[in-house]
């Protein structure tokens, strides 16, 4: 009995974890982008530049 109710208080908690993963592993997506797009632009006012 008492184990049931641990199960049951674990799961939203589990929830909680994956949902922090995702949402971490989404920022990080989020930055990487707005880093490529940064050296992008970087490079094009670089060449722009050199012109």
Same mark, same amino acid.
């Given at each position: 009995? /008492? +184990? ?10 589990? *929830?909680?974890?994956?949902? &922090?993963?995702?949402? /971490? +592993? ?6 990487f982008?707005?880093?490529? *797009?940064?050296?992008?632009? &970087?490079?094009?006012?670089l ?5």
């Amino acid at each position: 009995m /008492g +184990r049931i109710h641990e199960q049951e208080a674990w799961r939203p908690w589990a *929830q909680s974890v994956k949902f &922090a993963l995702w949402r /971490g +592993r989404f920022q990080v997506e989020t930055e990487f982008l707005v880093i490529i *797009q940064r050296l992008r632009r &970087a490079s094009r006012s670089l060449l722009s530049l050199r012109t």
